[in-house]
């Protein structure tokens, strides 16, 4: 399974729990134990959550995020670079997206 070429949306559970194995060995080789650390504080907060739970759906351009999220523009960028160093998010000019294979909370 290439999790790097599907849309988290479609995963079963299965691939989702295999994407899960291979996000938390490549943390680990990546940053060691802190990896799977940094991946939960990522989202403990409950503004990043609400982030990841706005993207279940689509994508979506930052300016909406803000507004489905109800958070300032710079607020809004501290957060999605937070979800963007643990593998949750993926940003491409404008929009917001997840990254394949991450599991929806």
């Known amino acids: 399974m290439d999790s790097a070429q599907r849309d988290p949306r479609e995963m079963t559970d299965e691939e989702v729990r295999n994407w899960i194995q291979e996000l938390v060995n490549k943390l680990v080789e990546e940053k060691g134990s802190a990896g799977g650390a940094c991946s939960l504080k990522a989202i403990k907060n409950p503004v990043r959550r609400n982030i990841l739970n706005a993207l279940e759906e689509r994508a979506l351009a930052i300016n909406e995020i803000s507004e489905r999220v109800g958070v300032t523009s710079p607020a809004l960028k501290y957060?999605?670079?937070?979800?963007?160093?643990p593998y949750f998010i993926q940003i491409e000019g404008n929009g917001v997206d997840l990254t394949p294979g991450v599991l929806l909370l």
């Open 79 to 85: 957060h999605l670079n937070f979800l963007k160093s």
